[in-house]
């Protein structure tokens, strides 16, 4: 195992602090179970937030998510001694300022198929000297459970950077995506690096180039010392995954409701 940061991380820090659920599970070496949020909503966060979970990844790339129900449902997540997450739309530095002045305790960026665009994630992310982001929020220390002061002295080496491969050109590059200073996890899109691979979605799970994506992806997490995961359909597929991830995303709200419904319903009317 690699590790090749010049300054501490996730990885390498000794900030402890409870609040941080999700970088504590992964540090102590437990899997780590989240799941998607699409709908916005303090209750609805709070439902979700409350299901077991360690993180709640807040959909800002394909969820009705906008900037108010981000914030609060950074809170409500929070407050709660869950760790929120936000997958953001985009790699612009304007949206990581946004999102990270939630208080949000990482970042998932979507579609990173170069290891200068995770440069450019980390650079927006980090507090100088290792970045350029900015301090003008009192919002990010209050989900840490911090003074803002505090919060400054830590946030470089606590906040978790989770980049999404799910592009050919993703799992092309992936080696030199995993060895950039700062980024901490690789998390695995299956449903669009079958349609880069495959030209179809959703995988079946046995084509040959789709599983060699896989654990290319997982080889170059594990060579650099970063955590891997991915996204399952439900609890069994889980289990089955932690054999080789640290962490799953367990589907997300609207498909769940979905497909409980769309079950009972059927049990009822049969």
């Known amino acids: 195992m690699t590790i090749s940061n010049t300054y501490p991380t996730a990885h390498s820090t000794s900030v402890s602090n409870a609040r941080l659920r999700m970088l504590n599970t992964l540090r102590s070496g437990t899997k780590a179970v989240m799941t998607f949020m699409a709908i916005p909503s ?7 937030a409350l299901c077991g979970f360690d993180a709640v990844i807040i959909d800002c790339e394909h969820g009705h998510i906008g900037d ?5 449902a950074v809170s409500a997540i929070a407050a709660l001694g869950v760790s929120p997450l936000i997958r953001i739309r985009g790699t612009g530095p304007d949206i990581i300022k946004r999102a990270l002045d939630t208080g949000a305790h990482g970042l998932m ?3 990173i198929n170069t290891a200068a665009e995770a440069e450019a994630v980390v650079r927006a992310s980090k507090f100088p000297p290792q970045g350029l982001r900015g301090q003008g929020s009192a919002f990010p220390a209050i989900a840490h459970g911090l003074t803002t002061p505090e919060y400054m002295q830590s946030a470089n080496q606590t906040l978790l950077t989770i980049l999404q491969i799910e592009s050919r050109e993703g799992v092309e590059n992936v080696d030199e995506i995993a060895a950039v200073d700062g980024v901490d996890f690789l998390f695995i899109g299956p449903n669009d690096l079958a349609q880069s691979l495959l030209g179809y979605t959703p995988a079946r799970g046995d084509e040959p180039v789709f599983l060699e994506a896989i654990d290319r992806i997982v080889a170059a997490a594990r060579r650099h010392g970063k955590w891997a995961g991915r996204l399952v359909n439900d609890g069994v597929l889980a289990k089955a995954a932690f054999e080789v991830f640290d962490s799953v995303a367990i589907t997300g709200d609207t498909k769940a409701i979905t497909n409980w419904y769309t079950a009972e319903v059927k049990v009822a009317r049969s």
Do not use: F, G, L
């Open 68 to 72: 108010d129900s981000m914030h609060n």
């Open 109 to 111: 960026v979507p579609m």
């Open 42 to 48: 303090v209750r609805h966060a709070q439902i979700v």
